[in-house]
Every structure is written in C-alpha cells, then in structure tokens.
T-cell receptor, first 113, second 115 residues
Framework: KQEVTQIPAALSVPEGENLVLNCSFTDSAIYNLQWFRQDPGKGLTSLLLIQSSQREQTSGRLNASLDKSSGRSTLYIAASQPGDSATYLCALGSYNQGGKLIFGQGTELSVKP | DGGITQSPKYLFRKEGQNVTLSCEQNLNHDAMYWYRQDPGQGLRLIYY???????QKGDIAEGYSVSREKKESFPLTVTSAQKNPTAFYLCASSTRGRGTNEKLFFGSGTQLSVL
C-alpha cells in the first residue's frame, strides 16, 4: 500500500531564507505528484503538478522535483516571505491505488518577518 | 467566477441526526470527490464520482452517502451511523478523474462538529 510521509511536520524560518520541504513515498508506480498549499480553515490550492515522466516543475519562486527511484519529492521555496506561511501537502496519483490521490500529512510552514 | 462552492462553512450535528453538505462546481468537470481532513492528518477519500449517476466508495465510506444526479452537484450526507463525524470536509473536482495528469481543484471546506 502506498504511503506518503512529509517531514518535518512543522518548520519555522526567517524571512528571505531559501527552504526545502520533503515528501517521501513507498511505491514508485505513480501517475504524478502534486504539491498543494492550504491556508488555515481553507481548501487546498494546487501549486505544481509533476508527471511521472518529468523530473521537476517550476512556478515563480517554487520548484518541485521528483525522484521516483529514491521515492522522494522536494518543494523548494526561494526567498521566503511571510505570505508563504501555510501548510504544504504533497499527494501522489498511484497506479496501484486506482489512480486515486494519496496525501501526506503536510508540513506547516511559518515564515517570520 | 469559475470554481467550487461548499456550504455551509460550519455545521453542527445532533446525536442521531443526518446532515447534508453541499458541493457545487461550475468548472464543467466530470469528476468530483469528497475528502475528510482530521487535525495533523492527510486527506482521506470518502467517495468519488467520475460521471453523472455513478459514484465509488473511497477509503472511509462507512457512515456516509452521496448522490450525483447532476454534473454540477455532489452532495455528501453524514449519517447517524458515522460515530465520529467531527472533521473538516473538502470537496474537489477534476476534468476526467481517470488518474492521469490532472490538477485537483478544491472548495473552501465545511467544518462539521457534533453538539
């Protein structure tokens, strides 16, 4: 069964710092991997989607990578800002789960001014 | 504006009561989903529907029911059989829901609590 783990559960950094959020998974038979942002009490917003044939995707200050062989994805945030404070979740579309998305528990990021 | 609308934002359930959460989308998406989110946990799939008049159980369907009579609407009923209903409920949609390279779009959620 596919398992998705995000470590750490919480992270606090000063404004301007570059940071990396981690997502690991146990089954490499995946369709894709998505990174989402969730603000408190709100729904999720899709940030980046990496197809299984791709190694990375970029959007503005965000860069997501995918390494299926090691079962890892990272979300890199450059020059962090207080507005980046939110919970970040990764989710995998897994062949062995009928294509359904399997979510990690999320990393709660706090960027201090 | 195109998007997904969930209502109400907050809902309270009494013992033995069924309650229904509304989800409407105007994105013309075929697939719709219901997820449950508990504090400190990832999202868990309750039910999903890839086409009108058809839906499938997710990982935690017990105590819940859904209908998909219209493409735009996918209401979720939390029945009295669900003994631990307090959670944040999220509705989502995608273009086809075939497990391919589609982004998922989410509503703003409904917080359900037990009185």
């Amino acid at each position: 069964k596919q398992e998705v783990t995000q470590i750490p559960a919480a992270l606090s950094v000063p404004e301007g710092e570059n940071l990396v959020l981690n997502c690991s998974f146990t089954d490499s038979a995946i369709y894709n991997l998505q990174w989402f942002r969730q603000d408190p009490g709100k729904g999720l917003t899709s940030l980046l989607l990496i197809q299984s044939s791709q190694r990375e995707q970029t959007s503005g200050r965000l860069n997501a990578s995918l390494d299926k062989s090691s079962g890892r994805s990272t979300l890199y945030i450059a020059a962090s800002q207080p507005g980046d404070s939110a919970t970040y979740l990764c989710a995998l579309g897994s062949y062995n789960q009928g294509g359904k998305l399997i979510f990690g528990q999320g990393t709660e990021l706090s960027v201090k001014p | 504006d195109g998007g997904i609308t969930q209502s109400p934002k907050y809902l309270f359930r009494k013992e033995g009561q069924n309650v229904t959460l509304s989800c409407e989308q105007n994105l013309n998406h075929d697939a719709m989903y219901w997820y449950r989110q508990d504090p400190g946990q990832g999202l868990r799939l309750i039910y999903y529907s890839q086409i009108v008049n058809d839906f499938q159980k997710g990982d935690i369907a017990e105590g819940y029911s859904v209908s998909r009579e219209k493409k735009e609407s996918f209401p979720l009923t939390v029945t009295s059989a669900q003994k631990n209903p307090t959670a944040f409920y999220l509705c989502a949609s995608s273009t086809r829901g075939r497990g391919t390279n589609e982004k998922l779009f989410f509503g703003s959620g409904t917080q359900l609590s037990v009185l």
